[in-house]
């Protein structure tokens, strides 16, 4: 049975809101596909690590939703996907090879000739195809350039390719561990087929059929669906998020798939904190039973942002990220940290490359923001100039209603002239 997300579905809701945006209004245009968040992870810690089209660095996010130093990339080009293991590495798919790193940026593992081979001739979009998930002992890519599931252990070496049937290329990618009698189990997302199939992980060869399928169907008044992002968690909780319709579906896989909730307020897009504009990729915490147990980290790509639910529809944030730039081919990264602090930034947040809210960063993100910022006059709350003292000048020796410090003397050292005649 279903651990986690049960009971009545919930309107969700914002607890904070990082960004500047509350209304729910939709945007006049699609943004452009290079800077909106192509691929999310997180690690048993909440921190949440955000690829992009333009490749570079991840931006690094903290459980509460708070901008963190971001991760420099080994490799040129877009991300496809992002993968936190529990041991805090992050495996991240460039669509055309695959990268174990440090959170720091240290490369552990790098490789994928036969995905470059794929990839030939091809330049797919990473935002619609394209994934990755690993266990303890193996590596599932979801190939962005042919209809086939990649399957390699940590240290680079092919163990098989697995042939997906239709042709539909693949994007997201989970899996299941064995639980209720059922073995473990492989998720993986057609978003032109319209579907996600099933299969079995722990006998999957090349020609191997899958032991289900799941057709999204089409919403009331929505659009042809176009499933994404995929995760599932030890209780059989299947959920897949749909691009097209912008919403979450939630499926009890050991019911026959059946659809139980759907958040999201799908299938217009918004703005709000608790709806969606084009929900590229997922990514759920484990089911440790701590406060972040079961959560789901969302990359709102449309709406430029990440948000942070429960599987109930309470949203605890929504942190506006930015594309960090083009950069990257190498070990540290291309400037560093303090060349994309100011990328990263909105005008207005406040930075510290620590990562501490010093008194100093936030006074001159304020200073920023009023010269930058062409919405100046719209000034969030948490931003906002604080109210300084009364400091206006009065005469010397004129004192304020409650003042109880003495007045200084207007004549130089009659004070101690006083006291040496008393």
């Avoid at 994404?228 to 919403?247: F, I, K, P």
């Avoid at 936030?362 to 100046?376: K, S």
Wanted: hydrophobic fraction near 30%; aromatic fraction near 6%; proline fraction near 6%.
């Amino acid at each position: 049975m279903i651990t986690a997300g049960l009971g009545a579905a919930s309107s969700a809701s914002a607890a904070a809101d990082h960004t500047s945006v509350g209304s729910a209004g939709v945007p006049a245009h699609r943004p452009a596909a290079s800077l909106r968040p192509t691929a999310i992870g997180v690690d048993r810690h909440g921190t949440s690590y955000v690829g992009f089209a333009t490749g570079g660095a991840l931006v690094r996010i903290s459980s509460s939703g708070e901008l963190r130093r971001p991760v420099p990339l080994d490799q040129d080009g877009a991300v496809h996907a992002v993968f936190a293991t529990s041991n805090g590495n992050i495996w991240v798919h460039y669509g055309s090879s695959v990268s174990l790193l440090k959170p720091g940026g240290r490369v552990l593992q790098h490789f994928g000739e036969d995905l470059a081979n794929a990839c030939l001739g091809t330049s797919p979009e990473p935002a619609r195809y394209g994934g990755i998930t690993a266990t303890r002992r193996l590596v599932y890519v979801a190939s962005g350039c042919d209809a086939s599931v990649h399957v390699y252990t940590h240290g680079g070496r092919l163990r098989e390719v697995l042939r997906l049937p239709g042709g539909g290329l693949p994007r997201g990618i989970a899996h299941g561990a064995a639980q209720s009698g059922r073995p473990a189990e492989l998720y993986v997302a057609q978003p032109d087929l319209g579907r996600v199939l099933t299969y079995d992980a722990g006998r999957l060869t090349g020609s191997s059929r899958p032991v289900a399928r799941l057709d999204v169907r089409k919403r009331a008044r929505g659009f042809r669906p176009v499933p994404a992002g995929v995760v599932v968690d030890g209780g059989g909780q299947l959920v897949v998020s749909d691009t097209a319709n912008n919403s979450l579906y939630f499926y009890d896989t050991n019911h026959g798939n059946t659809l139980y909730r759907t958040l999201g307020h799908g299938p217009r897009r918004g703005r709000s904190a608790g709806r969606l504009n084009h929900p590229a990729g997922i990514a759920q915490h484990a089911q440790d039973g701590g406060s972040l147990s079961g959560n789901l980290f969302i990359a709102d790509s449309d709406n430029h942002r990440v948000q942070r639910w429960d599987t109930g529809g309470y949203t605890h944030w929504a942190t506006r990220v930015r594309a960090p730039g083009a950069a990257g081919g190498s070990g540290s990264g291309s400037g560093g940290w303090r060349g994309w602090r100011d990328r990263l930034a909105d005008p207005g947040e406040h930075f510290c490359p620590a990562g501490h809210r010093h008194r100093r960063h936030r006074r001159t993100a304020r200073l920023q923001h009023r010269q930058l910022d062409p919405r100046a006059h719209v000034v969030h709350p948490r931003l906002a100039p604080r109210r300084l003292p009364d400091r206006r000048h009065r005469p010397v020796g004129v004192r304020r209603r409650g003042d109880r410090r003495r007045a200084p003397d207007l004549v130089p050292g009659a004070r101690h002239q006083r006291r040496r005649h008393q």
